[in-house]
């Protein structure tokens, strides 16, 4: 990390910037990820997953009302994304949005989550109110003991970057880079931390019809 950390401090134009944002959001560190993602932004404006970096570390600062501009405009550009759709609502709910954009966004995300069940919950409410639900932190294997080895480190704009730091905005940036098989390795490392399944199964469809 120190090393990313160090490389993003003398290059704000890497395209690696999301993964050290994404580390330092799931690190709890929120004004050091919303920090990233606005310069990296400011050199790389079309980045979705900042976009989305950026909204969940707005929420995690208490900033609802730009966690909800900036996860709409992730679904402005990628209608599909999962956790954007699915999340959206719930923070248009603290904030008190009209009963209709709420119908809205709980139809959209169930239309994107088919299984989804606080969209179901909500939408079959006779009085249109979501069933609270505590969310449940699930926690995961990282032993480096049961993670497949990779031969080397990915080099990446002539930096080393370790496949232990392996998450799914680390695939998209290699995706980016047209390094394909590289991020094919990353889903591996994934699939064996016990992350989702079907997004790895997606991820890994897209990426072989590239190929």
């Known amino acids: 990390l120190t090393e990313l950390e160090l490389?993003?401090?003398n290059h704000f134009d890497t395209v690696l910037?999301?993964?050290?944002?994404?580390?330092?959001?799931s690190k709890g560190e929120y004004d050091r990820a919303k920090r990233v993602c606005e310069i990296g932004l400011e050199h790389h404006p079309h980045c979705i997953d900042a976009y989305y970096i950026l909204s969940?570390?707005?929420?995690?600062l208490g900033n609802l009302s730009l966690a909800e501009k900036w996860m709409k405009k992730v679904l402005s550009?990628?209608?599909?994304?999962?956790s954007s759709a699915t999340r959206l609502p719930m923070v248009q709910e603290q904030l008190e949005r009209s009963v209709a954009t709420l119908n809205s966004s709980w139809k959209r995300a169930l239309v994107v989550d088919p299984n989804n069940q606080f969209a179901k919950d909500y939408l079959t409410s006779k009085k249109n109110k979501i069933t609270k639900k505590k969310n449940t932190v699930v926690n995961k294997s990282s032993s480096n003991k049961s993670l497949k080895k990779i031969k080397k480190d990915l080099n990446i704009e002539n930096i080393?970057?370790?496949?232990?730091?392996?998450?799914?905005?680390?695939?998209?940036?290699?995706k980016g880079q047209g390094l394909y098989y590289q991020a094919l390795d990353i889903l591996d490392i994934l699939a064996q931390k016990g992350e989702d399944k079907k997004?790895?199964?997606?991820?890994?469809?897209l990426i072989k019809a590239e190929l």
């Not at 910037?17 to 959001?25: G, N, S, T």
């Not at 550009?77 to 999962?82: M, N, Q």
């Not at 080393?160 to 290699?174: D, E, G, K, N, W």
């Open 7 to 9: 490389y993003f401090a």
């Open 17 to 25: 910037f999301p993964v050290l944002a994404d580390i330092y959001q």
């Open 56 to 60: 969940q570390a707005e929420m995690g």
């Open 77 to 82: 550009h990628y209608p599909s994304h999962k």
């Open 160 to 174: 080393t970057i370790s496949p232990r730091l392996a998450t799914f905005t680390l695939v998209s940036v290699l």
């Open 199 to 205: 997004q790895i199964a997606k991820e890994r469809k």
